[in-house]
């Protein structure tokens, strides 16, 4: 059974640094192709690509957030990790992670629940 | 970057088909996916590759894509199909994922 489920703080102050976990079950991060997708959606928006990682350590980043985006994975923990700098109110979102199967054209078939993350002070 | 376009709402009556459009400059040449997100919950691929249905996902639901169009079609609609849908696709240029608006269909 496939899961991905993201963790992290629920409440960033403004300027701080967010770090959010995915950790996937069911399926290996070391898998040829396999990725994961970080999106976010703020209250009542669209949902917004921020980045993506497959197991040959290839990445890719919003333009727009690029700066302030680093996504990493440590296939022994079965994690996928993105952290954002700087955040700020606007930046309030639930924050999704997501796997990209291999040969399915960059689409993603599992979600995890997702985590609402508001910038406040 | 690349633009994905989508009508803000959609409404039908139950039975009939709704077409919900993604419009992108010649998106007839990539591949686009479709996923349904219901109030409070992750969003659901319910089409990938233009016309393909992840297992689980209804034969009511099917899709087509060409031109500067790409349609996800809903025939004999029912009430649990009232949802938001999100069109997306990958930006070979940009190695970048691109998501449309979102359209909300409301289920007369």
């Known amino acids: 059974q496939v899961t991905l489920k993201e963790s992290g703080p629920v409440l960033v102050k403004p300027t701080e640094t967010l770090t959010l976990t995915c950790t996937v079950s069911g399926f290996s991060l070391s898998n040829a192709r396999m990725g994961v997708s970080w999106i976010r959606q703020p209250p009542g928006k669209a949902l917004e690509w921020l980045a993506h990682i497959f197991s040959n350590d290839e990445k890719s980043y919003s333009t727009f957030l690029r700066s302030r985006l680093t996504i990493s994975e440590d296939t022994s923990k079965s994690q996928v990790v993105l952290t954002m700098t700087y955040m700020d109110p606007v930046d309030t979102a639930t924050y999704y992670c997501?796997?990209?199967?291999?040969?399915?054209?960059?689409?993603?078939?599992?979600w995890g629940q997702g985590t609402l993350v508001t910038v406040s002070s | 970057s690349y633009v994905l376009t989508q009508p803000p709402s959609v409404s039908v009556a139950p039975g009939e088909t709704a077409s919900l459009t993604c419009g992108g400059n010649?998106?007839?040449?990539?591949?686009v996916h479709w996923y349904q997100q219901k109030p409070g919950q992750a969003p659901v691929l319910v089409m990938y590759?233009?016309?393909a249905r992840p297992s689980g996902i209804p034969e009511r639901f099917s899709g087509s894509n060409s031109g500067h169009t790409a349609t996800l079609s809903i025939s004999w609609v029912e009430a649990v199909d009232e949802a938001d849908y999100y069109c997306q696709v990958w930006d070979s240029t940009s190695d970048h994922v691109v998501f449309g608006g979102g359209t909300k269909l409301t289920v007369l």
């Open positions: 590759y233009d016309s």
């Open positions: 997501a796997r990209i199967p291999p040969g399915r054209g960059y689409s993603t078939d599992y």
């Open positions: 010649k998106i007839g040449g990539k591949p």
